[in-house]
């Protein structure tokens, strides 16, 4: 009995009981961090729909860049393949015999002109005369055994080919030996 009478000489400890401010400071606490953790949230969405929209911007600027470059190198290169016959009949005016001397001097002249403004676009010709034939340059149209030339060595070149940088515009139409 004894023990139960210490029991109820003992004064329960007071329990602390929370006054109504603080518990409503408490809860807004709880209310502060939540609201800042959801404006962090918000925060880091939006970084990165900003660096996701630069990212995006970026890749179309580089792709708007190239496809302009592109499409002024096609068009110099289709410019270029139009004037091509007329390269090719000068050529072929060159070779012929003439009697009158101003006349071959003219068209001599009118031929350095068009290589020179060749030149200036960008346009070379593309050497095949006694080169290995290679496919990406060359367009064989005849093959002939003979053996003063290596093997896949271009023998005669029909046609000039030309590129504009790395891009061919016309083929050479040539003549491969062996």
Known sequence: MSKKNNDQNQVPEETKEETPEEVTEASQE??????EEALQQALREQEDKYLRLLAEYDNYRKRSQKEKENAWTTARADTIKELLPVY?????????ETADEAYAKGVQM????????????GITEIEALGQ???????????????????????????????????????????????
Request: a negative charge; aromatic letters at 6%; zero cysteines.
């Open 110 to 121: 009118t031929m350095t002109q068009l290589k020179t403004v060749l030149e200036k676009l």
């Open 88 to 96: 090719d009949n000068l050529e072929r005016a060159l070779k012929q």
């Open 132 to 178: 290995p034939f290679d496919p990406t340059l060359h367009n064989a149209v005849m093959h002939i055994e003979d053996e003063n030339f290596g093997e896949n060595t271009v023998a005669e070149v029909f046609q000039a080919g030309f590129r504009l940088g790395d891009k061919v515009v016309r083929f050479a139409m040539v003549k491969v030996a062996n």
């Open 30 to 35: 709880k209310q502060e961090s939540s609201q």
